[in-house]
């Protein structure tokens, strides 16, 4: 007997081996072109655009299916000025004092500073937020599950809509970033995980010149 709450896998598509092959590597081919971008256009992006990025990261699994992750989409110039303020203040403190000179030595190689006018020039700032309790459709608070790992997926799952839609994208992670609660309304269930930074590279945006690691130096087959 089937399992009453469960439905048939409808939507599965199986590929035959040669396209599966080609599919593969096209998919690898994209994104592989993605880079971080900090130089944005003030240009504007269409606001579905967005929402549909953000229904593809809804896609992602999450502990218990709690899907434990709240997206503030920030476009609103006076509300971006304030978010650049308060991230400009952390990071001042950050590159002059908080960060080690290990750290600071990492950093040397993206030209990163505490100057973050992207904050105010690229149309959507995407503030992830993650849940550590929710309420259900009952009123009741539950807890999540695996909540860092299933906001990280679904920040993955968005980066790449983003990247697939054509635009750039900035994970910009100022710590802390409590402000971002303060700011946005937020409640205090919720923990700022993550600001992504969306739109279109400026006309002469630059970006490091860094390689990622090749195949055998980060995954194993035994
Ligand atoms: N949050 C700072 C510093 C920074 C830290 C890491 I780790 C990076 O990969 C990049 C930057 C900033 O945004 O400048």
């Known amino acids: 007997m089937p399992d009453p709450t469960s439905i048939p896998l409808a939507q599965y598509r199986e590929y035959p081996v040669d396209e599966m092959q ?9 994104m592989n072109r993605r880079r971080t971008v900090r130089d944005f ?9 967005i929402e549909n990025c953000l229904r593809a990261a809804n896609t992602a699994p999450s502990g218990a299916n709690k899907q434990p992750w709240h997206f503030v989409v920030v476009s609103d110039p006076a ?21 080690t000179a290990e750290w600071l030595d990492d950093l040397a190689a993206l030209g990163t500073g505490w100057q973050k006018p992207f904050l105010e020039t690229a149309p959507y700032l995407i503030a992830i937020f ?5 309420r259900g459709p009952d009123g009741k608070k539950h807890k999540n599950y695996y909540v860092s790992e299933s906001v990280g997926l679904a920040t993955g799952l968005l980066i790449a809509a983003v990247h697939h839609a054509g635009l750039v994208s900035l994970t910009h992670t100022p710590s802390p ?10 409640p205090d269930n919720e923990r700022p995980f993550l600001l992504l930074v969306v739109g279109y590279p400026a006309a002469d945006a630059r970006v490091p010149d860094i390689q990622r690691k090749p195949l055998d130096a980060i995954a194993t087959f035994v």
């Open 22 to 30: 080609r599919r593969a590597a096209a998919f690898y081919a994209e």
């Open 130 to 134: 993650a849940q550590s309790t929710s």
């Open 177 to 186: 970033m409590h402000f971002l609660s303060t700011i946005l309304g937020r």
């Open 41 to 49: 256009a003030d240009r504007p992006v269409p606001r579905d655009v």
């Open 79 to 99: 509300v971006k000025r304030q978010i650049r303020e308060a991230a400009e203040a952390e990071e001042r403190e950050f590159y002059a004092r908080r960060a």
